[in-house]
């Protein structure tokens, strides 16, 4: 079966074609397929026997709403996505006064075993493919009414490690006969995969790349984070810097606030000391607790961000969305996990 929704429009023709259907066929079914139709029938538009013959060979799998919390205290939604295979994954829906924004997952699991993460606790399952990446913000979009104008790939899985699949999904996204969001509407969040971080650099995408510190040394960014070891802070910052360089876009630094592991002055300091004379922006999450972790949220975050404001840099501290239903990424499906583990 062939992946219709995983191709551009250009491709999808060309598809066609061989089928002995028209150029404009493609454009038709295109915007049956962004509109979120969930099977071949409902193209009304098609004549039934090309409707039969797309039947027999394309693919058409929408996710259906394993579980889905809305909080009551914001409109946050989160939603648990079953794909076609029975794996599942989340997306959280935020509404802010600038739009609303739809937080995706790229992969099922994670591999990068970050210390304080639910999405890594039991591995990486599969990458998604650009198809489901894409119903993520089509169906987070159809289900609640909500038209996304942002997205971030801040959900479950490292995006740069679902690299080709990540740029397909960009150019999808941004296409106008499809959803029609432009790059800078959009946010990366990576965990620091250098090599790739350069890779994504030649692309000259406009979009935002978030990068999780969280550390500023590496004797605690290793501890925290695998993926630093052997690498270092040092080396990132390299990256992010030439990153800069390729894109003229500011790198948005994630800082999750741990309670006696990387709060401390020092540490703030450093962090200080590193991001100097790079264009830079500090976003301080507080911690989300996570059930199998024991690691707890910092009390001490107003004093870190203002010493690091004291030494010139830019810093916010992320609004809590969604605090009544676990949205932070990974943790519904590691709640789902868990009930289906016990029956
Ligand atoms: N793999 C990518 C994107 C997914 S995680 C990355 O590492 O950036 C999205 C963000 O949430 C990352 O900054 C991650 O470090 C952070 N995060 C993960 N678990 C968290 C928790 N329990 N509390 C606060 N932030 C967390």
Redesign the pocket.
């Known amino acids: 079966m062939v992946d219709i929704k995983s191709m551009t429009e250009e491709e999808l023709a060309g598809w066609l074609k061989e089928l002995g259907e028209p150029a404009f066929r493609a454009k038709q079914i295109f915007k049956w397929l962004y509109r979120g139709a969930s099977s071949f029938q409902e193209m009304t538009d098609l004549s039934k026997a090309l409707r039969q013959k797309l039947e027999e060979a394309a693919l058409l799998a929408p996710p259906a709403v394993a579980r889905k919390q809305e909080s009551r205290q914001d409109g946050t939604i989160k939603y648990l996505w079953r794909l076609a295979d029975g794996n599942c994954v989340e997306s959280v829906l935020m509404r802010y006064q600038h739009g609303n924004t739809v937080c995706i997952s790229c992969q099922v699991g994670?591999r990068?075993g970050?210390a304080?993460?639910?999405?890594t606790i039991a591995g990486k399952v599969r990458d998604l493919t650009p198809a489901e990446m894409l119903d993520q913000v089509l169906f987070t979009q159809i289900d609640s009414g909500a038209p996304v104008s942002n997205i971030v790939?801040?959900?479950?899985?490292?995006?740069l490690d679902n690299f080709n699949t990540v740029l397909r999904f960009l150019t999808l996204v941004n296409c106008p006969d499809g959803l029609n969001i432009g790059m800078r509407h959009i946010s990366l969040?990576?965990?620091g995969l250098v090599e790739q971080i350069d890779k994504l650099a030649r692309h000259r995408l406009q979009l935002t790349l978030?990068?999780?510190l969280?550390a500023p040394d590496d004797e605690t960014r290793s501890r925290l984070m695998p993926v630093n070891r052997g690498v270092g802070v040092e080396k990132l910052l390299g990256a992010c810097r030439r990153y800069f360089d390729q894109t003229g876009r500011r790198i948005s630094y994630?800082y999750?606030m741990i309670d006696g592991v990387n709060d401390d002055g020092w540490q703030a300091d450093l962090l200080a000391k590193r991001l100097r004379g790079a264009p830079a922006h500090v976003n301080l999450?507080?911690?989300?607790?996570?059930e199998e972790?024991p690691l707890k949220p910092s009390r001490r975050v107003a004093a870190f961000q203002k010493r690091l404001e004291s030494q010139g840099v830019t810093v916010t501290v992320r609004r809590k969305l969604g605090g009544d239903i676990d949205a932070?990424?990974?943790q519904l499906r590691r709640k789902a996990m868990r009930e289906d583990a016990h029956g």
């Open positions: 994670c990068m970050c304080f993460c639910a999405s790939l801040m959900g479950i899985g490292e995006p969040s990576t965990c978030s990068v999780s969280h994630e999750a999450i507080p911690l989300n607790e996570v972790s932070s990424c990974g």
